[in-house]
C-alpha cells in the first residue's frame, strides 16, 4: 500500500498562494501583492482543521521555510510582490515602479511598508535639485547682471550660459521631457506636457540663437547679441523640482494613517506548543488554532478568543473605547490592543489579513486610491484645459509677434512659455485626492472607515437613516434585567433555582440568568435530569423538584396558572424585555425578565442625527411589541417589527423612491441587502463581516455616534475639495491672462516664465496644505 505520507519528489512543482485572494499564485514564496500576507502552498491555504494543526503548523520544516523568507531584505521582497498604482488615477496598476501613463505622476505602492526605504523618486529629485542650484543660480545672475558687469562679450556670455545650463535641461529636467513626451504618445497632455513644452522651447530657442546666431533677424539682436533665455528654462526647472521634493514630502504625510496603523501590530508572538513548550515567534508564523500567551504590557498579537486568565485590555487604538475593557475566558480579543494588567493565555482565530487591524488598513488604503465623483470630473475637465492651454500659447505666439513692439516675435516666445508654464493643470489634478487621503486617514484614527471616496461625499447628502435594532441602537446580547417572584417565593432562591436550571442550556437568555446568580454570589445546583423544548424553554429536576423555566406557552401546556403575575409580565414586555416564568412541582414561583439594553451611546447619537435634520426609521426582525417599546424610549416614531431581509431592502427602496437619499446602520446578516441597497451603508464594527463587506462606511466600536462624526468629516472633505478646486480654477483664471500679457497694453505688466513656474508650485504647495488642514480639524 502507497504510504500516505510520502513527500512528493523533487520534481513535484510547489505553487503558493494568498489564503485571502486564492487567484494569486507563484511558483516562489513571497507576499500577496493584494494584501500583504505571506503566501503559502497551494494545499495549506485553506484554512486547516485542528488535526492538520498538529500536522503542518509545527512542522520542523515549515519553522525554516517561513524564516527563510522573513530574512529576506524588504526591498527584494517588496521588488517581487508590490502592485504600484497611480495617487490619482488607482486604476492604473503594475508591478514595478513606474510613471502614470495618463497623468505621468511616480506610482506609489499600493499598501505603504512600515520600515521602507526613503521614497527613491525624493531621493532622486533632490539630487537633481542641488547639485544643478547652483548652476541655475549663476545662469541666472550671469543673465541679469551680466551686461552691466561686461566680464565677457554677450555672445561670448551666451556660450557660458548654454554651457552651464545643459547639465540642469538635460539631467535634472530629463525626468519632466520624459513624461511630457509619454503625454503625448499616450494622447494624455498633463501637467507635463505643459511643462515639457515651455522649457522645452526656452531651451531649444536659446541654444539655437547661441550657435546660429546669423539666421535670426536683426530684431531679434540686443546688446551685441540674440537674446536667450536659458535662465528661464534654468529656474523653471530647478522650481519644479522643487514643487515635486514639496509635493512628494507632503504626499507622504497621507500615508502616516496606514504606517501608524500598520505600527500597532507587534513584531512576534508567544506561542505555547502542544508540551506546553512558550517560544516566541514572528508574528507572520502564526497560524489559526494556536495557543499565545499575552504577558502584562504586551500587545495582543492576532484577533482570536481567552481560554485562560483575566485582564483589563485597553482596545483605544482601534476602537476609540478610552476605558480598558476587562476580558475573561470565552471574550474575543482584538490584535494590536494592549493588555494591561493580567497575563491571558488566548487561542487565535484571525491571523494574516483577517485580521481586523488588516482589514482596517485595506479599505483605508482602498478609500485612499479611490476617486470621488468630483475628482472624475475634474479629471475630465484637465484634459481639454491642457489642449486649451496649449491652443492659447500658440495664439499668444502669433498675436505678439504679429501685433507686438519689437522684438515681438521674442516677447511672444517669452510670453508662451509663461502660459504653458502658469497653466500646468497640477494643482487641479492634486485637489480632491488629496483631501480624499487626509480624510480617510482622519477616520480611521477616530474609529470611522470609509470603504471610497464616493462614501465620503454622499454621506453628507443622507436625509433618511434605516437604524437596525438588535447590535446597533441595542448592546447585541442578552442581560438580565430583573425579576418578580410569586408572593411568599424569596427573590435570592427563585434566581439560584433558575440559574440552575439553565446550566444545562446553551440559549442566550440562560447564559444571562447563569451570569446574573453568580455575580450575586448565588451557587447554582447541577440539575438531576434536562430537557429542551424548542421555542418554548426547559424542564428538568434540581434537588428532588420538577422544575419549568419559559415562556407561556411552556406554561399552558404544563397546565401552570399564570394569571396573578400577568400585570406584571406585560409591563415587563411593553418595555422591551423577554419574560420567562419559572414553576416548581406545577406551582408557579415568579418571573424572570432578559433584556437586550440599549446602548449608553444611542440616545445621544440619535439626539445628533436629529438635530442634522434625519429622519429616523427603526426596523428590526424582533417582535413588533418589543420593537414599538425601544422605540418609544428613544423617541423613534417610525417603527418596523418582524421584518425579514428582503422587507429591509424593500424600505430602503420605497424611501429611495420618495427622493431620500437612504444610509442604511446595520451589523448582521440580514441586514447585508439593505446596506448593499442604500446610497451609503453603515456597519457596526462589532458585527458580521457580511455586513462590514456590504458598507461603504465601518464604525470600529459599533458606536452609531461615529455616524455623527463621520457625516461631519464628509462635509469638511467636500468643502475642502471644492476649496482646493476653486484654488486651482481661479488661479489659472487670474494667471493664464496674465502670462499671455492681455494686461500689458494698459499696465505693462507681462509675466517672466521664471515668475510662472514659481506660481505654480505655489499653487500645488497651496492646495496641499489646505487639504492637510482637515488632520486638525
Known amino acids: 500500500m502507497k504510504n500516505e505520507h510520502q513527500h512528493p519528489g523533487p520534481a513535484s512543482p510547489v505553487i503558493y ?35 492538520s494543526h498538529q500536522h503542518h503548523h509545527h512542522h520542523p520544516a515549515d519553522a525554516v521555510a517561513p524564516a527563510k523568507d522573513a530574512a529576506a531584505p524588504a526591498s527584494a521582497a517588496r521588488a517581487a510582490t508590490a502592485i504600484y498604482t497611480c495617487p490619482m488615477h488607482p486604476e492604473i496598476r503594475q508591478d514595478h515602479p ?30 537633481r535639485f542641488w547639485w544643478t542650484l547652483p548652476l541655475t543660480l549663476v545662469v541666472t545672475l550671469l543673465a541679469m547682471v551680466g551686461h552691466r558687469l561686461q566680464w565677457f562679450e554677450m555672445a561670448t556670455q551666451s556660450w557660458i550660459e548654454l554651457a552651464l545650463t545643459l547639465p540642469i535641461a538635460l539631467w535634472a529636467g530629463w525626468p519632466f521631457f520624459q513624461r511630457g513626451w509619454q503625454s503625448v504618445l ?47 528654462a534654468a529656474v523653471i526647472i530647478s522650481l519644479t523640482l522643487l514643487g515635486q521634493i514639496l509635493e512628494l514630502k507632503a504626499r507622504s504625510q497621507t500615508s502616516a494613517a496606514i504606517k501608524s496603523l500598520l505600527g500597532l501590530a507587534p513584531k512576534t508572538a508567544r506561542r505555547i506548543d502542544e508540551q506546553g513548550v512558550e517560544s ?50 470565552g471574550d474575543k480579543l482584538i490584535g494590536a490592543t494592549m493588555n494591561t494588567n493580567g497575563a491571558l493565555v488566548m487561542r487565535s482565530e484571525r491571523v494574516g489579513s483577517a485580521t481586523m487591524l488588516a482589514q482596517i488598513v485595506q479599505m483605508v488604503a482602498q478609500a485612499q486610491r479611490s476617486r470621488a465623483p468630483m475628482q472624475r470630473m475634474a479629471d475630465q475637465v484637465a484634459g481639454y484645459f491642457v489642449v486649451a492651454v496649449v491652443g492659447i500659447a500658440a495664439l499668444t505666439l502669433l498675436a505678439w509677434g504679429l501685433l507686438g513692439p519689437e522684438p515681438s516675435w521674442v516677447y511672444g516666445l517669452v510670453n508662451a512659455v509663461a502660459v504653458l508654464i502658469i497653466a500646468c493643470p497640477c494643482a487641479l489634478g492634486l485637489a480632491t485626492p488629496m483631501s480624499i487621503m487626509v480624510a480617510t486617514g482622519r477616520g480611521a484614527t477616530s474609529g470611522v472607515l470609509f470603504r471610497d471616496a464616493s462614501a465620503i461625499e454622499n454621506l453628507r447628502k443622507v436625509d433618511a437613516l434605516i437604524i437596525d435594532k438588535t447590535g446597533t441602537l441595542t448592546e447585541g446580547r442578552p442581560v438580565f434585567d430583573s425579576l418578580v417572584p410569586a408572593p411568599g417565593v424569596d427573590e435570592a432562591e427563585l434566581l439560584r433555582l433558575a440559574a440552575s436550571l439553565d446550566q444545562g442550556s446553551e440559549h442566550p437568555l440562560a447564559e444571562a440568568i447563569v451570569k446574573a446568580a453568580r455575580e450575586r454570589g448565588l451557587v447554582p445546583t447541577k440539575p438531576e435530569a434536562f430537557e429542551s423544548g424548542t421555542g418554548i424553554g426547559v424542564r428538568g429536576v434540581v ?45 408557579l414561583l415568579g418571573l424572570l425578565a432578559v433584556c437586550d439594553p440599549v446602548k449608553a451611546s444611542t440616545p445621544e447619537a440619535l439626539a445628533a442625527l436629529r438635530a442634522a435634520g434625519l429622519r429616523i426609521v427603526m426596523a428590526t426582525g424582533d417582535g413588533l411589541t418589543t420593537a414599538k417599546a425601544v422605540g418609544a424610549r428613544l423617541g423613534i416614531n417610525e417603527v418596523h417589527g418582524e421584518v425579514k431581509p428582503a422587507d429591509k431592502l424593500a424600505l430602503v427602496s420605497r424611501l429611495q423612491a420618495e427622493g431620500r437619499i437612504v ?115
Not at 505621468?104 to 527613491?120: K, Q, Y
Not at 539655437?208 to 540686443?222: C, G, K, L
Open 186 to 232: 499616450n494622447r494624455s497632455p498633463n501637467m507635463w506636457t505643459l511643462i515639457a513644452l515651455g522649457t522645452g522651447a526656452a531651451f531649444i530657442y536659446s541654444v539655437v540663437a547661441t550657435v546660429m546666431p546669423q539666421a535670426f533677424p536683426a530684431s531679434f539682436q540686443a546688446m551685441g547679441r540674440v537674446a536667450v533665455y536659458f535662465e528661464a
Open 17 to 51: 498562494t494568498c489564503p485571502m485572494h486564492p487567484e494569486i499564485r507563484q511558483d516562489h514564496a513571497g507576499q500577496c501583492p493584494i494584501c500583504g500576507m505571506h503566501l503559502v502552498p497551494v494545499d495549506a491555504a485553506a484554512p486547516p482543521s485542528h488535526a
Open 280 to 329: 516566541d515567534i514572528p508574528l507572520s508564523h502564526v497560524h489559526v488554532g494556536d495557543l499565545l500567551r499575552v504577558r502584562p504590557g504586551e500587545k495582543v498579537p492576532v484577533d482570536g478568543v481567552v481560554v485562560e486568565g483575566r485582564s483589563a485590555v485597553d482596545e483605544a487604538m482601534l476602537t476609540g473605547e478610552p476605558v480598558p475593557v476587562v476580558k475573561s475566558p
Open 663 to 777: 444610509a442604511m446602520a446595520g451589523d448582521g446578516i440580514n441586514d447585508a441587502p439593505a446596506l448593499a441597497k442604500a446610497d451609503v451603508g453603515v456597519a457596526m464594527g462589532t458585527g458580521t463581516d457580511v455586513a462590514m463587506n456590504s458598507a461603504q462606511v465601518t464604525l470600529v466600536k459599533g458606536d452609531l455616534r461615529g455616524i455623527s462624526t463621520a457625516r461631519a468629516l464628509s462635509e469638511a472633505t467636500v468643502a475642502n475639495m471644492k476649496q482646493n478646486l476653486m484654488f486651482a480654477f481661479v488661479y489659472n483664471a487670474l494667471g493664464i491672462p496674465i502670462a499671455a500679457g492681455l494686461l500689458y497694453p494698459i499696465t505693462g505688466w507681462l509675466l517672466s516664465p521664471m515668475i510662472a513656474a514659481l506660481a505654480m508650485s505655489l499653487s500645488s504647495a497651496s492646495v496641499i496644505t489646505n487639504a492637510l488642514r482637515l488632520r486638525r480639524g
Open 98 to 127: 513606474g510613471n502614470c501613463p495618463k497623468c505621468g505622476m511616480t506610482l506609489e505602492p499600493l499598501l505603504p511598508e512600515l520600515e521602507e526605504e526613503e521614497n527613491p523618486e525624493l531621493a532622486d529629485f533632490q539630487r
Open 543 to 587: 434537588e428532588g423538584r420538577k422544575l419549568a423555566l419559559g415562556n407561556t406557552a411552556l406554561m399552558e401546556q404544563l397546565g401552570i396558572a399564570v394569571d396573578v403575575l400577568l400585570p406584571q409580565a406585560e409591563a415587563l414586555r411593553a418595555e422591551g424585555a423577554s419574560v420567562m416564568h419559572l414553576a416548581a412541582d406545577g406551582q
